[in-house]
C-alpha cells in the first residue's frame, strides 16, 4: 500500500470540472436569466417589443441548453469518462453567452438612449463579475466568458470614441476591468484548486488509514487464529486428534482443584493396547496407527457427559478424566468402552488373549485432598492398569 502524496493531474481536472458543472449548472441560468428579464424592462420602450422577446427567447432557449448538457454530463459522469470533450463543449457554450451580451450592446448603442446603454453595461459587468464566484473553478471557462462579453465591448468604445463623450473613457476603463478580473480570477482559480487537492490528499489518507486499519483488523485476526492453532499443536495429539499429555495434565489439575473446592468425587482411567507391539511387528505401523485412530474415536463415543476428557498418554496408553464420576460410574464406562472395543472386532491374530483387539484399563477414583497432584492420581491409575495386564489383559481393574 504506497500512498501517493499529489493528485494526479487526471483526477485533479475531473474534480474541477465535477465541481463546475455541479455549481455553475443553476446559477449559470438563474444570473443570465435575471439579466434577460432586465434586458427586457430597459429596452422595451425604445426596441420593438417582438424583437425583445425573440431575442429574450432565443438565449433562454441556449441557457436552458446548456444547463441541460451540465445535467447529462453530471449524471452521466462524463467529466470522468470524456473530461477534454466536456471542457471544450463547457467553453464554446460560455463563449457564446458573453458574445450575446457583447453584441446585444453594441447593436443598442445605436437604438437607446445613452442613459439607458451606460445602465445595460453596468448590468453586462456585474453578470460578470458575479459569475465570478462558481466559475472561476475552471480558469479558462471564466477568461472566455470575460474576453467574449467585457472584451468586445471594451475595444468597440476605444475604436468608436469619437461617437459618444465617454468612450474612450469607458473602454480604457473595461480594458483594465478584463485585467483586474484576470487577475482575480488566476488567484481564486489556485486557491480552488489547492482545495481540491487538499480534499483529495485528506480523503485519500483517510482511505489509506482505512485499508490499514482492516488489512490490521484481518492480520490480528490471522494472529489471533495462528496463536490458536498453535495453542492446538500444542494440547492435541496430531494422530488420534486427542489432547496430549500437556492437555490431559491441565484438565486434571483443574479437575482436581473444581472437585477439591466442591468435596466431589472424580475418577481417571487409563488404558492400553493389549500386544500392541505384537501387533506393529505383524500388521506394520501404519496398520497399528488405523488401531490407535479407532480406539480415540470408540472412546469418544464411550464418553458422553459434559466436561468428560480423552486423551493420548503415550504410545497406546490412553486416559479419560471423568469430573464428578463415582466409583460405580467410572466402572460402568469401563465396561462400555471394553464392549465398544471388542465390537469394532479388529482382528489381532498374535494376541495371547483373543483374535481381535482388546484393551486393559485401570480404574482410579478420588476424593481429591489438599495434597493431590495429577501426578498422584496418574500414578495410581497406572498401578492399576499394569494389575490389569498381570491378571490376565482385557480386564478392568479398580485401585
Known amino acids: 500500500m504506497i500512498y501517493q502524496r499529489h493528485i494526479p493531474r487526471e483526477e485533479l481536472f475531473a474534480a474541477q470540472l465535477e465541481l463546475l458543472i455541479q455549481n455553475g449548472r443553476l446559477a449559470t441560468v438563474s444570473i443570465h436569466l435575471v439579466g434577460v428579464l432586465a434586458t427586457v424592462a430597459l429596452f422595451w420602450p425604445f426596441v420593438e417589443f417582438t424583437s425583445i422577446l425573440l431575442w429574450a427567447a432565443a438565449f433562454l432557449i441556449l441557457l436552458l441548453m446548456r444547463s441541460l448538457h451540465m ?3 453530471l449524471v452521466e459522469r462524463r467529466f470522468n469518462t470524456k473530461p477534454r470533450r466536456v471542457y471544450r463543449q463547457l467553453l464554446v457554450g460560455a463563449g ?3 458574445l450575446v451580451w457583447s453584441g446585444v450592446y453594441i447593436q443598442a448603442t445605436s ?3 445613452l442613459s439607458m446603454q451606460y445602465t445595460f453595461l453596468l448590468l453586462i459587468v456585474m453578470i460578470t463579475a458575479l459569475s465570478i464566484g462558481f466559475s472561476v473553478v475552471i480558469r479558462e471557462y471564466f477568461i472566455v466568458s470575460v474576453f ?3 472584451w468586445p465591448i471594451a475595444w468597440w468604445n476605444t475604436v468608436h470614441y469619437w461617437q459618444q463623450p465617454y468612450n474612450l473613457l469607458i473602454g480604457l476603463v473595461l ?5 483586474l478580473l484576470v487577475f482575480v480570477c488566476d488567484r481564486i482559480y489556485q486557491s480552488f484548486r489547492n482545495m481540491i487537492a487538499l480534499n483529495w490528499e485528506r480523503e485519500t489518507i483517510a482511505q489509506e488509514l482505512g485499508d490499514l486499519t482492516g488489512s490490521l483488523r ?16 500444542a494440547n492435541v495429539d496430531e494422530l488420534t ?10 484438565v486434571l489439575q483443574e479437575e482436581i482443584n473444581r472437585a477439591r473446592r466442591s468435596g466431589s468425587e472424580m475418577s481417571v482411567i487409563m488404558l492400553d493396547v493389549d500386544y500392541f507391539k505384537y501387533y506393529n511387528d505383524t500388521y506394520g505401523h501404519p496398520e497399528g496407527d488405523k488401531v490407535l485412530q479407532k480406539l480415540a474415536d470408540v472412546m469418544q463415543r464411550a464418553t458422553t457427559r459434559a466436561g468428560e476428557v480423552v486423551g493420548r498418554y503415550g504410545g497406546e496408553e490412553f486416559i479419560l478424566v471423568l469430573p464428578g464420576a463415582s466409583a460405580e460410574s467410572a466402572q460402568r464406562t469401563a465396561n462400555r468402552l471394553r464392549e465398544l472395543v471388542i465390537e469394532e472386532n479388529m482382528p489381532h491374530e498374535t494376541s495371547k488373549v483373543a483374535k481381535y483387539v482388546t484393551v486393559s484399563q485401570g480404574v482410579v477414583t478420588v476424593i481429591p485432598d489438599a495434597d493431590l497432584l495429577p501426578a498422584d492420581i496418574i500414578n495410581r491409575a497406572d498401578k492399576a492398569l499394569y494389575q490389569a495386564k498381570d491378571g490376565g489383559r482385557n480386564t478392568i481393574t479398580v485401585a
Do not use: E, F, K, Y
Open 71 to 73: 445535467s447529462n454530463a
Open 96 to 98: 457564446l453567452t458573453g
Open 111 to 113: 437604438m437607446v438612449p
Open 148 to 150: 467574449t462579453s467585457l
Open 175 to 179: 480594458l483594465g476591468l478584463c485585467a
Open 218 to 233: 484481518d492480520r490480528n485476526r490471522q494472529l489471533r487464529d495462528a496463536r490458536r492453532q498453535l495453542t492446538d499443536l
Open 241 to 250: 486428534g486427542l489432547g496430549n499429555r500437556r492437555l490431559v495434565n491441565n
